[in-house]
C-alpha cells in the first residue's frame, strides 16, 4: 500500500461564514480528500464577523504572531510534502500572507496556491514593487484558480498554466415547495454594497412603482458597509414592507428551503469570482440574473440558464425581473437547465474529485 502524502492546508474557516471559508472547511471535512491524503490543517482566522474584514485592529496582529509561530512549529516538527495555501490575492491580506510565504519559502516548502479572489493583474500594473512580490511569490510554485478567465488574472506574473477547479456543493434533499402565484426574486449573499444588494433594491422599487406585483426575499448578514437595519430603513421609507421579505443570515437546509420557495436569483454583484450563491440557486432549480463578473459568464449563458446583465443598474435589472414576470415559464425552462448543469459540473463530488486529480498531478510532477 502506497504511503500517503502529507499535506498541510494554510486556509481561512468559519467564522466568519463565506464564499472562500465554505468551500475550504469542505475539503477539510471530505472524506475523500482525507482518504487520498494526510492532512494537517493550520486555519487562518483573524476575524469572527463578517462586518470587521479590512478593519485594523490589535486582536489580528495577535492572531497573526500565534498563526506565524503554529506555523514555525509544525514545520518543524512535521514532514509535510506540499502546502495547500488558500493567499489572499489583493489588499493588506496579501502582504500579511507574504509573511507566510516567506516562512514557507524559507523551509523549502512546495507550495500550491488556490485563488479565489481576483486583482493581481491590476495591482501588479500599478507598482513595480507589487509586480516584483508577484512574481517572486509564483516562482517554483503551481496554481489553482477557479476558472479559464480568471486564468487571465495572473498571466503577466506567472508564466506556467495554472490548473482550474471549479467551485463545487453538496446536494441537498429538499422537498418540493408549493411556490407563491407571484414571482419571488431571491437575492442570497452578505449585504456588502459590492455584492449589488442596493442595486437590488432599487429595481424591486423601480418594478414596484411601475404597478408590477411580485414578491422579493433577501437572505444575507449584515455587512461593513450595509446593515440589516439600514435594509429594514429602506424597506420601510419605499412602502415596500408588503413585497420584500427579510430573512437575515439563512444556512443549511433552511437556506436551501428558501431558495426552494423561490423562482430567480437576481446577484448583481460589482465583485466576484466564483459565486457559491448562483450555484446553490442552480441546485434549487432558480434561474438567474447576474453580472459579466469572474466565472459567471461561464456558468449563466443569456437565453440557456438566465441572464448576464450588459450595464448593471437598476433600470436593467428591473427590465430583467419584469421580463420575468411576464413570462413565468422562463424561470421553470432556465431553471431546469441550471439543475442539469449543476449536476453535470457544479456538484462537491466533482470537486473533489477534480480537486484531487489535481493534487496528485503536482506531487507527482515534484517527484
Not at 420575468?324 to 470537486?351: D, M
Request: aromatic letters at 10%.
Amino acid at each position: 500500500m502506497n504511503k500517503k502524502s502529507k499535506i498541510l492546508f494554510l486556509v481561512q474557516l468559519p467564522p466568519p461564514v463565506h464564499g472562500v471559508s465554505v468551500v475550504n472547511k469542505s475539503l477539510l471535512e471530505s472524506d475523500l480528500v482525507s482518504s487520498q491524503f494526510k492532512i494537517e490543517s493550520l486555519p487562518l482566522v483573524f476575524v469572527k464577523n463578517i462586518k470587521d474584514i479590512g478593519r485594523p485592529s490589535l486582536l489580528k496582529i495577535w492572531y497573526l504572531l500565534l498563526t506565524i509561530f503554529s506555523l514555525i512549529k509544525i514545520l518543524i516538527s512535521k514532514k509535510v510534502d506540499l502546502v495547500y495555501f488558500t493567499i489572499s490575492p489583493t489588499g493588506f491580506a496579501f502582504y500579511r500572507d507574504i509573511i507566510f510565504v516567506f516562512i514557507l519559502k524559507t523551509f523549502r516548502k512546495r507550495l500550491v496556491y488556490h485563488l479565489h479572489g481576483k486583482g493581481i493583474r491590476e495591482n501588479a500594473e500599478k507598482s513595480k514593487a507589487n509586480n516584483f512580490l508577484y512574481k517572486w511569490m509564483f516562482k517554483n510554485t503551481s496554481v489553482i484558480t477557479l476558472s479559464k478567465v480568471l486564468s487571465l488574472d495572473i498571466e503577466t506574473v506567472y508564466r506556467p498554466k495554472p490548473y482550474i477547479l471549479n467551485n463545487g456543493i453538496k446536494r441537498v434533499d429538499i422537498e418540493e415547495q408549493i411556490n407563491s402565484e407571484l414571482t419571488t426574486f431571491v437575492f442570497l449573499s452578505n449585504l456588502n454594497k459590492s455584492k449589488g444588494i442596493k442595486i437590488f433594491l432599487d429595481a424591486i422599487n423601480t418594478t414596484h412603482k411601475n404597478g408590477f406585483r411580485f414578491k422579493a426575499k433577501i437572505i444575507g448578514n449584515s455587512s461593513q458597509d450595509f446593515s440589516i437595519e439600514d435594509l429594514k430603513k429602506y424597506v420601510t421609507a419605499n412602502d415596500l414592507n408588503s413585497v420584500v421579505e427579510i430573512l437575515g443570515p439563512q444556512y443549511g437546509n433552511d437556506k436551501f428551503a428558501q431558495l426552494a420557495m423561490s423562482d430567480v436569483l437576481v446577484f448583481p454583484t460589482l465583485n466576484d469570482c466564483f459565486p457559491l450563491s448562483i450555484i446553490e440557486a442552480m441546485q434549487m432549480k432558480l434561474s438567474v440574473i447576474s453580472t459579466p463578473i469572474g466565472a459567471i459568464p461561464e456558468i449563466i449563458e443569456n437565453g440557456i440558464n438566465g441572464q448576464i446583465l450588459s450595464e448593471n443598474n437598476k433600470t436593467t435589472v428591473s427590465k430583467a425581473m419584469i421580463n420575468y414576470i411576464n413570462n413565468p415559464f422562463l424561470a421553470k425552462e432556465y431553471g431546469l437547465n441550471n439543475y442539469n448543469k449543476f449536476i453535470q459540473k457544479y456538484t462537491q463530488e466533482k470537486f473533489e474529485e477534480n480537486f484531487i486529480k489535481i493534487i496528485n498531478k503536482i506531487l507527482t510532477n515534484l517527484r
